[in-house]
């Protein structure tokens, strides 16, 4: 009786001696859970990515609030010049028309909508680099570290390439469509366009344009997004320079100047951002290739 008694207190001290081991342990697993459990945390930018649906819409709409307070707020500060802004719209089409001729407005609401309609225009405009700063704020919790390294980069450069699209269709490309659609007018025919229809034509016009700039920002995601690679670029970029002629000849105004100022600023940005993704991404050689180079 006496061995066991002492059997049994040996194995009690020999498990209370363990315990602070097991511990330790759980503490050291505990530990290194929650490091790498803080390295991935590291890696999300917000645990607002953790979100349920209700309040990502939450989050979504208190983004667009401040989007249409901002746009109000610089089109309010520009309403009383709406006239002036149309003013220089319009000077590229005025310096086209001949001596007798000058724009009409066939409705009576077009004297006053058209101003408005330019005026909401110009300030989404202006508005544009603060429109998408909200949203990548909304979009960036979703996003890792290595990920925001190279969205900013490409929401930066999308805000310069829209402006710089619309700068080239309002200096270059619509002074040269007006004069060629003016220059073809019948002797017969005085030439008068409607306030509203020429805006029509302009807005439209500079988004195409200021969407169009934006092929090299697409063309760098299709190719990091691994959707396309350089390689299959490069094998159809004959294929692509056909489609920038087709897709110019749908969306430009029936004229042949027009097409042509689009078209081949789309193959030139196309290979813009081909030369980019050649500097930025170093793909690595098919198995194939290496196994050829091997033997």
């Known amino acids: 009786m006496q061995l066991l008694k002492r059997k049994k207190s040996r194995q009690e001290k020999l498990a209370i001696s363990d ?5 330790s342990i759980d503490q050291g697993d505990e530990a290194t859970t929650d490091s790498t ?22 989050e979504l709409r208190r983004h667009l609030i401040k989007i249409c307070v901002a746009v109000l707020i610089i089109f309010l500060g520009l309403v009383g010049y709406s006239r002036e802004l149309y003013n220089l719209l319009s000077d590229p089409l005025v310096a086209q028309l001949p001596a007798n001729s000058t724009m009409i407005a066939t409705d009576i609401t ?3 909508m058209a101003p408005i309609r330019l005026t909401v225009f110009v300030a989404a405009f202006l508005a544009m680099p603060y429109i998408l700063y909200q949203i990548w704020s909304f979009v960036a919790p979703g996003l890792y570290k290595k990920e925001k390294k190279i969205a900013i ?3 930066l450069s999308s805000i310069f390439l ?14 040269g469509v007006l004069k060629f659609f003016i220059m073809f007018a019948p002797q017969n025919v005085l030439p008068m366009t409607d306030i509203d ?3 029509s034509f302009a807005l439209k016009l500079f988004m195409v344009f200021g969407l169009t700039f934006e092929i ?13 690679s350089i390689q299959s670029l490069e094998e159809k970029r004959r294929y692509i320079i056909v489609g920038c002629f087709a897709v110019a000849a749908v969306v430009t105004p029936p004229d042949g100047v027009s097409m042509l100022m689009l078209a081949i600023p789309m193959w030139l940005l196309f290979e813009l951002g081909l030369f980019l993704a ?6 690595e050689p098919s198995p194939t290739l290496i196994s050829t180079d091997k033997e």
């Not at 315990?19 to 511990?23: G, M």
């Not at 309002?170 to 002074?175: D, G, Q, S």
């Not at 050649?278 to 793909?283: A, N």
């Open 162 to 175: 829209f402006y710089a699209g619309v700068a080239f269709s309002y200096f270059i490309v619509l002074k």
């Open 19 to 23: 315990t602070p081991a097991l511990d």
């Open 278 to 283: 050649k500097i930025l991404i170093k793909e």
């Open 153 to 155: 980069p490409v929401l």
């Open 216 to 228: 090299p920002v697409v063309t760098l995601l299709l190719i990091l997004a691994g959707i396309v």
């Open 110 to 112: 077009s004297n006053f």
């Open 197 to 199: 229809s020429y805006l």
């Open 37 to 58: 459990q803080n390295e991935s945390s590291d890696d999300v930018l917000s645990p607002l990515a953790d979100m349920p649906i209700t309040e990502h819409l939450i």
